[in-house]
């Protein structure tokens, strides 16, 4: 099955730029993903990448995606203290008639003040 | 649009009692998820529904655990009997197409 990885913590300073890395192992993916979930709340779409394309800019947020070496990157431009959050990255992939997301384990990220 | 609703929001339970958790997903989303999030892991899918049919059940303990889907609407996960490892937080997901998942804020279980 498909195996998804990151980095567990990361902790950058208010206005510094922060940098969220995944690899995936299941080349068949169609659309990446990441989500940021707050304490006690469910996780919220940030943004996601169709596999055709090697980066997607939305405000803050940049996606980058290396097909080739399986890595997926998520930069957070002027990073704010409501930042702070855990990172999930997703990977989606068709199979058996159903489509589904596998998630990594989450990067929890701390930006300080 | 009204967002994906899950109750109750918090649980405490004896191991071996049984439990019971209930989501309504977005209007006309067809398909839903329902997730494990252990303390310290990303969400596990345990089971997803197409309507009201099972698409994929591989990941739910089915000694224990079972999910139905009624009318293709609300949904309901059940565990019976509960045990320690259960503990974590079930999120309910649904989407239209496959695509960007929307989660409810999830039901945290603690087993005791």
């Known amino acids: 099955g498909e195996d998804v990885e990151q980095s567990l913590f990361l902790s950058v300073r208010e206005g510094d730029s922060s940098v969220i890395n995944c690899t995936y192992t299941?080349?068949?993916?169609?659309?990446l993903y990441w989500y940021k979930q707050e304490p006690g709340a469910g996780l919220q779409l940030l943004t996601y990448?169709?596999?055709?394309?090697d980066m997607k800019q939305d405000q803050r947020l940049t996606v980058l995606l290396n097909k080739k070496d399986k890595h997926l990157s998520l930069r957070i431009a002027d990073t704010q203290t409501g930042d702070s959050a855990i990172y999930f990255c997703?990977?989606?992939?068709?199979?058996?008639?159903?489509?589904?997301?596998?998630f990594g384990k989450g990067t929890k990220l701390s930006v300080i003040p | 649009e009204a967002g994906v609703a899950q109750s109750p929001r918090y649980k405490i339970i004896e191991k071996r009692q049984s439990v019971a958790f209930w989501c309504n997903p977005i209007?006309?989303?067809?398909?839903l998820y329902w997730y494990q999030q252990i303390l310290g892991q990303g969400p596990k899918l345990l089971i997803q529904?197409?309507?009201?049919?099972?698409?994929?059940d591989s990941q739910l303990p089915k000694d224990r655990f079972s999910a139905e889907r009624l009318k293709g609407v609300d949904s309901t996960l059940k565990i019976q009997p509960a045990k320690l490892e259960d503990s974590a937080v079930y999120l309910c997901?649904?989407?239209?197409?496959?695509?960007?998942?929307?989660f409810g804020s999830g039901t945290r279980l603690t087993v005791v």
């Open positions: 997901a649904s989407s239209l197409s496959g695509l960007g998942y929307t």
């Open positions: 299941d080349s068949s993916s169609t659309y």
């Open positions: 990448i169709f596999s055709n394309m």
């Open positions: 997703a990977v989606g992939a068709s199979g058996a008639g159903s489509y589904q997301l596998t």
């Open positions: 209007s006309g989303h067809a398909t």
């Open positions: 529904f197409q309507n009201n049919g099972v698409v994929d």
